[in-house]
């Protein structure tokens, strides 16, 4: 006594084809993954079958089509505010900047600062992280 296989509703041909176009042409491996897996349940292989092939969980995949018959091609895609969120914002750039510029050979002051002032523990490796990316993305225009 298995569980009943779980299968998407036959796809009109306009389904088909974004699947088909999202499979080979998608901005992310996985969401050509999960193109590829609506595709190949619709010609007949079940869950597990594709848990194998696709080397994810079961439940993964039901989950995977479920997204599909809720969302459609949008329930495939990744959703943003993924990941961890950064410690320190864009908001903090000016009081970081003043207080480097207090101590610039000192970056454990500084994050002793910031962890008084702001109330945000961070390490050095964060600090210098942060600065970088500031740098790199332009918005500081002299050099921290």
Known sequence: MGRKAKFVKKLIEEQKSSLQKGYSHGKSPLFRRKCHCILLNNIGKDATELSSF???GRQT??????AWEKE???GLKL???RGRKPKLKKEHTEIV???IENEPKNLHRV???IKDELDIELSKKTLKRFLKNLNTNGSVSENV
Not at 61 to 66: A, P
């Open 72 to 74: 459609g091609i949008e």
């Open 111 to 113: 994050t002793a600062q």
């Open 79 to 81: 959703k943003p505010g």
């Open 61 to 66: 995949i039901l989950n995977w089509l479920h």
């Open 54 to 56: 696709f080397q994810v």
């Open 97 to 99: 900047k003043t207080l």
